[in-house]
C-alpha cells in the first residue's frame, strides 16, 4: 500500500514529468467554461452534446452572473472559455489580457420579460403593474447584466407610462438578487409578484408566465464567447466555440430561447 501511495504522490508532484503527462492525456481533457446563469439550460446541454461528439473530453461549466464570473478569472481562477451576458464584463477581462486576443464575438442574443407566477396573484397584464401600490417585485442587482438591463427598460418605460413610473417600480423591489436565476426561483417561489428575466430564463418553466415588454423599450442583451489566454488547450476551447456557434449548438440555443447573431 505504501509503495502505490509513494507513486502516485510523485506522480501528483512531478506532473512535467512525461510519465504522468502521459496517464493524463490518457484519462482525457477536461475543458472549464465559465457561462452567465442564464446559459445554464442551453450549455448544459450543449457540454454533454460536445462530449459525445468528442469521446475522451470532459465539459465542466461554472454558471454565475457574468460579473461574478470576471471577478474569479480575475482572481486566477482557472479556466478555458468565458460566455458573457454583457460586452462590459468580456471587455474587463480583454484590457487585462486575459482574453485571447480579437478572439471575443457575439453568438446570440436575448431580450427581456417580466414574470409572474402561474397564477399571477397580484392580476399583472402589463409591465405598469409593476408600479402599482402593494407589489412586490424582484430584480437582480445593478452590477448584474440583466440588472442593469431591466434598470435601462425600466427607464425607457417612463416615457410610455409617464414620470414617477421607474420611482414607484423601485419602491416596490423587495429584493435584488446575484444572479438571473435568482430572479426567477423567487417570483416561482411566489416570493414576488413580478420580476424581469430574459426570455431564455422564462421559456418552459411551468410554475411562471409571461408579460411581454414592448420592442420599443426592451433592451437586447448581446453574448460574447472567447477562450481564455490562461487556458493550456486553447485548440480545444476554440473547437468547443465552434460547436456553439454550429447548427447543433444554435438549435440547442434557440430551443431555450435565446436568438442567434447574424
Known amino acids: 500500500m505504501s509503495v502505490i501511495w509513494l507513486t502516485?504522490?510523485?506522480c501528483a508532484l512531478t506532473a512535467v514529468l512525461s510519465g504522468c503527462q502521459n496517464?493524463?492525456?490518457a484519462d482525457g481533457q477536461t475543458l472549464t467554461v465559465f457561462a452567465a446563469s442564464?446559459?445554464?439550460?442551453?450549455?448544459s446541454e450543449i457540454g454533454e452534446a460536445f462530449e459525445a461528439a468528442n469521446p475522451g473530453v470532459r465539459v465542466v461549466v461554472n454558471f454565475s452572473s457574468s460579473h461574478s464570473l470576471r471577478t474569479q478569472i480575475e482572481e486566477g481562477a482557472r479556466a478555458d472559455v468565458f460566455a458573457s451576458a454583457n460586452q462590459q464584463q468580456m471587455d474587463a477581462l480583454t484590457t487585462a489580457g486575459l482574453v485571447e486576443a480579437l478572439q471575443a464575438e457575439d453568438f446570440v442574443l436575448n431580450r427581456l420579460v417580466v414574470i409572474v407566477p402561474a397564477d399571477n396573484p397580484a392580476a399583472l397584464t402589463s409591465p405598469e403593474g409593476m408600479a402599482a401600490a402593494g407589489i412586490k417585485?424582484?430584480?437582480?442587482a445593478e452590477a448584474v447584466p440583466v440588472g442593469e438591463y431591466a434598470r435601462e427598460a425600466i427607464e425607457k418605460m417612463t416615457d410610455?407610462?409617464?414620470?414617477?413610473f421607474s420611482s414607484r417600480v423601485w419602491a416596490n423591489v423587495v429584493s435584488f438578487e446575484d444572479n438571473v436565476r435568482q430572479v426567477a426561483a423567487k417570483v416561482q417561489l411566489g416570493e414576488a409578484d413580478a420580476g424581469i428575466v430574459y426570455l431564455s430564463d422564462a421559456a418552459g418553466?411551468?410554475?411562471l408566465a409571461v408579460i411581454e415588454i414592448p420592442e420599443a423599450w426592451n433592451v437586447t442583451a448581446r453574448y460574447p464567447i472567447a477562450p481564455l489566454a490562461g487556458s493550456e488547450q486553447v485548440a480545444l476551447a476554440r473547437a468547443f466555440i465552434e460547436y456553439v456557434r454550429s447548427a447543433e449548438g444554435m438549435a440547442i440555443l434557440q430551443k431555450c430561447g435565446f436568438t442567434p447573431v447574424e
Not at 417585485?137 to 437582480?140: C, T
Not at 410610455?160 to 414617477?164: D, F, I, P, T, V
Open 8 to 10: 502516485a504522490a510523485v
Open 160 to 164: 410610455a407610462y409617464g414620470l414617477g
Open 23 to 25: 496517464q493524463a492525456n
Open 205 to 207: 418553466v411551468p410554475d
Open 38 to 43: 442564464s446559459l445554464t439550460d442551453a450549455f
Open 137 to 140: 417585485v424582484v430584480l437582480a
